[in-house]
C-alpha cells in the first residue's frame, strides 16, 4: 500500500461540513486504488482562537511540515476578524510552504449549466493560476494613521522578479501541457506601478516561450471577459489579488461557488502542498446542511493527482460528473434540495459503481 499523512484543517462554519464529507470520498477511493491514509484532525480554527487566542498553536507549521499535504474546508467567522482569522492561519502556510502556485480550474462540469446563455455543456475548460505569496497580499508597509480628520490606510504591494517569473514559468509550463495559449491579467494602463513590471517580466519569458500564444488584458476588461467571451480562455495568469476575485468570478460561470476546487502548490515538492474549495466558510448556511460539498471533493481529487494517482482522481471526478450528469440529485446552491449528506452518499455510490466498471 501507497501511505500518506494528511493534515485535515476543516476550520469554520461549513468547512466542518463538507471535509469529513470530501474525506469520506477520499477513503473510498483509497480504498479502492490502494491508498492509505492517515488523518490529522486539526482543530485549529475562530473557536480554537476563542480559546486560545490563537488561530494555530505556536508550533503550528512545525505539525503542518510532518504532514505530506493540508487538506483544507475554510477559515474566517463573524465574531474574529477576518483580518485576524486569515492572517493567523491560512497565509502563513501558504507562505511558509511556498505554496506560490495557486492553481484554480474552471471547469464546467457535465450536467451543469452555466449561467452564461451562450456556454454550451461542456463549454468551459481553462485554468486560473494566481500568484499566492506575495503582490497585493504584503505585510509590507501596511500602515493606519488615526486620531486625525485625515485618517488613512496604507499598504505596498510587493512583486519580486523571482516571485513573478516563478509562477509565470509554471503557468507557460501548463500551458504547453494544454492548448499553448497563456493570457496575462494586466493593469499596465492604471496608475499602479507594480504592473509593467509584471508585463515585463511576462514579455520576456514569452520570448522564451515562443510556441505559447501569450495575450495581456487589463484585468477590468478581463472580468468582463470572463462574462463574455470565457470560452476564448485556456491559461489564465493574474496576480494574487486579480487572481483571487478572477477565481470567484470563475466559480459563478461554472453554475456555483459551491463547485470551484483549488491546489496551493509547492511545485518543487519542498514542503506539503495545500488542498481547499475557493468557497469560504459561508456562515450564511453553516450548521443547516445545505452545502455542497463537490468544491471540496474536487480539491481532494487535486490532491491526488498531486500525489501521482491520477486514476483514483479520474474515478472521484467520474463520479461527481455522474451524480451531476445523470441522478439530477443537487444541492440548494443548484436549485435542488439535497443534503451535504445526501449528496454525499450519492457520490459514494457513483464512486462505488465507477470502480466496478473500470
Ligand atoms: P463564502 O464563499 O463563504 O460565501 C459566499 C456565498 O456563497 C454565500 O452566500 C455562501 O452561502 C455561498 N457558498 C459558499 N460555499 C458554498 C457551498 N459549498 N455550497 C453552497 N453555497 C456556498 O464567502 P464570504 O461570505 O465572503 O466569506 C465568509 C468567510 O469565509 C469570511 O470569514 C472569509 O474571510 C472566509 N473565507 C475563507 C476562505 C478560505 O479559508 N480559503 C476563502 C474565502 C472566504
Ligand atoms: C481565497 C480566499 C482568501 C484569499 C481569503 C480568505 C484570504 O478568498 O482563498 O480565495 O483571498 O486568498
Ligand atoms: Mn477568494
Not at 495559449?181 to 493593469?187: E, F, Q, V, W, Y
Not at 468544491?295 to 491526488?304: I, R
Amino acid at each position: 500500500d501507497t501511505s500518506y499523512r494528511i493534515a485535515t484543517i476543516p476550520g469554520d462554519g461549513i468547512g466542518t461540513e463538507v471535509v469529513p464529507a470530501a474525506v469520506d470520498v477520499l477513503e473510498r477511493a483509497g480504498s479502492r486504488f490502494g491508498i492509505r491514509f492517515e488523518w490529522s484532525e486539526l482543530e485549529w480554527s475562530c473557536e480554537y482562537y476563542a480559546r486560545t487566542g490563537r488561530m494555530m498553536p505556536e508550533n503550528g507549521l512545525d505539525v503542518l511540515r510532518e504532514h505530506d499535504q493540508i487538506f483544507l474546508g475554510a477559515v474566517g467567522y463573524p465574531g474574529v476578524p477576518d483580518h485576524v482569522s486569515l492572517w493567523g492561519l491560512l497565509i502563513p502556510i501558504r507562505r511558509a510552504f511556498r505554496q506560490y502556485v495557486n492553481l484554480r480550474p474552471v471547469t464546467l462540469l457535465p450536467g451543469v449549466e452555466s449561467p452564461l446563455r451562450e456556454v454550451p455543456a461542456g463549454g468551459l475548460d481553462f485554468v486560473v493560476v494566481r500568484e499566492n505569496n506575495e503582490g497585493e497580499y504584503s505585510e509590507v508597509g501596511g500602515r493606519l494613521y488615526r486620531g486625525t480628520p485625515q485618517e488613512a490606510a496604507i499598504q505596498e504591494s510587493v512583486f519580486t522578479r523571482r516571485g513573478v517569473e516563478r509562477v509565470m514559468r509554471y503557468a507557460f509550463d501548463l500551458a504547453r501541457s494544454r492548448k499553448s495559449r497563456l493570457a496575462s491579467a494586466t493593469k499596465s494602463n492604471g496608475i499602479i506601478h507594480s504592473m509593467p513590471f509584471w508585463d515585463e517580466i511576462f514579455r520576456e519569458l514569452g520570448a522564451e516561450h515562443p510556441d505559447v500564444k501569450t495575450s495581456d488584458y487589463h484585468i477590468d476588461a478581463l472580468a468582463a471577459l470572463f462574462v463574455l467571451d470565457p470560452t476564448r480562455f485556456d491559461v489564465v495568469v493574474a496576480s494574487n489579488l486579480f487572481g483571487d476575485i478572477l477565481t470567484d468570478l470563475g466559480a459563478a460561470i461554472i453554475g456555483s461557488i459551491g463547485f470551484a476546487p483549488s491546489a496551493n502548490l509547492n511545485p518543487e515538492r519542498e514542503f506539503p502542498s495545500m488542498f481547499e474549495p475557493v468557497h469560504g466558510s459561508a456562515p450564511d448556511i453553516a450548521g443547516t446542511g445545505r452545502a455542497n460539498p463537490i468544491g471540496q471533493v474536487w480539491a481532494g481529487a487535486m490532491m491526488l493527482e498531486h500525489l501521482g494517482h491520477a486514476d483514483a482522481a479520474t474515478a472521484v471526478m467520474g463520479a461527481v460528473s455522474h451524480v451531476l450528469a445523470e441522478t439530477g440529485v443537487r444541492t440548494r446552491d443548484l436549485g435542488g434540495t439535497a443534503s451535504t449528506q445526501e449528496m454525499t452518499a450519492e457520490l459514494l455510490k457513483a464512486l462505488d459503481q465507477e470502480v466496478a466498471a473500470r
